[in-house]
């Protein structure tokens, strides 16, 4: 988790003929709020200083399991006793506008995609299925993404409408859909093998096209 949330600031075009020329192709991270000033202030940080930096996101978790009761001061093991012990006074700051904005990131979407047509790839979890083939779906940007782990945040799932349908048999290989983006929270109850959940999706899309992945040469 920690060096997800670091990472976050270190860091082929085949379309349907009415898109062709309009299509914008788009990642996932563009469906979520960006801060350049921390990513460079991030960035700009030398690695024993990124080192300290997740030290203090690590004792600031610790200082939160120990005041919420989960863990006792007496079981805690030599390592984190010697963690909390360590100033990390002049990161506070930078801490705090990381969490602040990690926060933001995963919960607001970027309006100024909505009504855009754009291209995007990801996997797709079946909403609704006949005659073999898939015609809603949420598009998610990893594979088995909610079936065996906290769903993504809504900014990461897209529920698609796709009258035409894609096959099912190739539920699992990576796919390019194509078609105008709406920005538009809602829930979809998405059933797993062991039941059904209900997620929270922020946007959705009529698709033009939903064709197989293919990687750029």
């Not at 993504?152 to 099912?168: C, E, L």
Request: glycine share 4%.
């Amino acid at each position: 988790m920690i060096h997800r949330l670091i990472s976050i600031f270190l860091s082929a075009l085949i379309c349907a003929p009415l898109y062709a020329a309009d299509a914008r192709p788009i990642k996932w991270s563009d469906l979520q709020p960006d801060s350049s000033a921390l990513r460079s202030a991030v960035g700009n940080l030398n690695q024993e200083q990124k080192t300290r930096l997740m030290r203090a996101f690590q004792q600031r978790q610790q200082k939160a399991i120990v005041a919420a009761g989960k863990l006792k001061p007496a079981d805690l093991s030599i390592d984190i006793n010697t963690l909390l012990k360590e100033d990390f006074n002049d990161l506070e700051p930078l801490v705090t506008k990381i969490e602040a904005f990690e926060k933001k990131r995963t919960t607001e979407t970027q309006t100024s995609l909505n009504n855009q047509v754009v291209q995007l790839d990801g996997y797709l979890l079946p909403l609704k299925q006949g005659n073999k083939k898939v015609t809603e779906f949420i598009l998610v940007p990893v594979i088995g993404a909610c079936i065996h782990v906290p769903a993504p945040p809504a900014n990461q799932m897209v529920v698609v409408q796709y009258p035409k349908g894609f096959p099912a048999s190739s539920l699992f290989a990576p796919v390019t859909v194509t078609g105008k983006l709406l920005v538009k929270s809602s829930k979809s109850d998405l059933a797993l093998a062991d039941g059904s959940s209900k997620v929270d999706v922020g946007y959705a899309m009529t698709a033009n096209e939903v064709r197989e992945y293919q990687a750029s040469k």
